[in-house]
DNA sequence: TCTTTTTGTCAAATTATTTGACAAAGATAT
DNA sequence: ATATCTTTGTCAAATAATTTGACAAAAAGA
């Protein structure tokens, strides 16, 4: 039973990864014109070090491509669709500081992984742990302090 | 209270994003040459649809060069490293399983998250709701079904 | 219809990446 | 110590990927 590198849930849970334009094109399925777009009217930034160098988008302006998208499709207009996604920001860092603050994870010589959610807000001697099973069956339970 | 977009949800447990030689070294702290080598040695595998274009490391990729390099900078040598991080395969297929069941995610209208992460196993009445305030405080309560 | 918004296309210029060869450092065995 | 194998660094030429801006064209709104 071995605990998992700190690193890999912290890069996990952080995903401050940084992808192309093309990158970013192909995981949401919005073209680049529209990308190129939308980051000139301002709904989106880029990284870009200096001019003619290739620009990076971070998981948030995925998010936020995903989310515009989302009620463009829905035949919203994109100002008015850009609107809609933004009422809902901090939630993807709200889901992120969620993951982030898993206490442990380990991994029984089964296969089974444990995930230690943390305690209950009322029973602060019970913590929420995840058992995933190696078919990747997830069960929530409740298990007191050891 | 507003429901959040179910394909943000599912690219942020999926992430099947792709990220590039420089970015995996950039974000690993692992130099390009060290990838290419362990990818030579078959520890690490990279997407290249023809000969002289781009390499291209999925998320998992990323993980395992993360591990690789947790064991090595603990003084393993790079077999060794290798075989210990393998020892944790299917962890993080685990927790993006967790991740990826979440039933429901809602933004309430003062900017708390309410997060449902299904119910639990022996009192299947009862959900596990983590509440994340507006400043990522995160409480986990369970709540009855509604 | 006229105008504004939004997206597509294209080519030249620039930047980024790959590839392979070799050097060099580090580890291991004799 | 020496030789050998493993591992990482450096470099330059070839190739690929991206940016940029201009313009067209489609879609939406007035």
Known sequence: MEELAKEGREAFAKMDIKISLKELSATTGVSPSQIRYWEKKGYIKSIQQQKNQS???????????????????????LSAAYEKQHAQRGVYRALRSLYSRVEKVERKDDGEVLVDLGRLADQPAKHVVAQISPDYQVQLTLKDEN
């Open 55 to 77: 620009h990076a988008y971070t998981i948030h302006t995925l998010m936020i491509v995903l989310g515009i998208n989302h009620f463009l499709k829905q035949g919203y207009t």
